[in-house]
T-cell receptor, first 111, second 113 residues
Framework: QKEVEQDPGPLSVPEGAIVSLNCTYSNSAFQYFMWYRQYSRKGPELLMY????GNKEDGRFTAQVDKSSKYISLFIRDSQPSDSATYLC???????????FGTGTRLQVTL | KAGVTQTPRYLIKTRGQQVTLSCSPISGHRSVSWYQQTPGQGLQFLFE???????NKGNFPGRFSGRQFSNSRSEMNVSTLELGDSALYLC????????????FGEGSWLTVV
């Protein structure tokens, strides 16, 4: 069983929709939680990271962590075609660069 | 400010050969980490270097090695290539190993035939 599980999708939504992307994790030692966006044939780009349970908002993006249920979410409001990409959740135990990634969810936002 | 630069971007090697990939971190960043990305396994941590020392290592065989130079540039080497080594190899850098924002390069696409 992978330490971070993520539905691979693909997830297809119409432009303007609210998107919910989710991960679950099993390692109780995970402390930091990140979301990366990866466009085709590009490197991952950091979108957000959080340390504790709760919400963190940045523009159209909201990251949510629930440590009690080991659940990580990313919400995208007013989704745009440019949001079409693979979204990766990641966690670490405090060693910053040693991230454990989910397999990624492919998102397609259609016109 | 220039991002993380990886060379070469694409390469094809024959099984049994070895390959060296290069990474130049963001200016001022001293921590460099390497990841392998494959469709089946996703992104997996290979190792991390900080101030020319390997600080952390993932679960990869000894055929995978790396080093870091005094200017923080890093190389990784894969010897005796196998077909399963075909992957996107990503380098990431951060100010130091405690920094939780690591920045990835575009990657080096390796195909082993």
């Amino acid at each position: 069983q992978k330490e971070v599980e993520q539905d691979p999708g693909p997830l297809s939504v119409p432009e303007g929709a609210i998107v919910s992307l989710n991960c679950t994790y099993s390692n109780s030692a995970f402390q930091y939680f990140m979301w990366y966006r990866q466009y085709s044939r590009k490197g991952p780009e950091l979108l957000m990271y959080t340390y504790s349970s709760g919400n963190k908002e940045d523009g159209r993006f909201t990251a949510q962590v629930d440590k009690s249920s080991k659940y990580i979410s990313l919400f995208i409001r007013d989704s745009q075609p440019s949001d079409s990409a693979t979204y990766l959740c990641a966690s670490n135990t405090g060693t910053a660069s040693k991230l454990t990634f989910g397999t990624g969810t492919r998102l397609q936002v259609t016109l | 400010k220039a991002g993380v630069t990886q060379t070469p971007r694409y390469l094809i090697k024959t099984r049994g050969q070895q390959v060296t990939l290069s990474c130049s971190p963001i200016s001022g960043h001293r921590s460099v980490s390497w990841y392998q990305q494959t469709p089946g396994q996703g992104l997996q941590f290979l190792f991390e270097y900080f101030s020319e020392t390997q600080r952390n290592k993932g679960n990869f065989p000894g055929r995978f090695s790396g080093r870091q130079f005094s200017n923080s540039r890093s190389e990784m080497n894969v010897s005796t290539l196998e077909l399963g080594d075909s992957a996107l190899y990503l380098c990431a850098s951060s100010l130091d190993s405690r920094e939780n924002t690591i920045y990835f390069g575009e990657g080096s696409w390796l195909t082993v035939v």
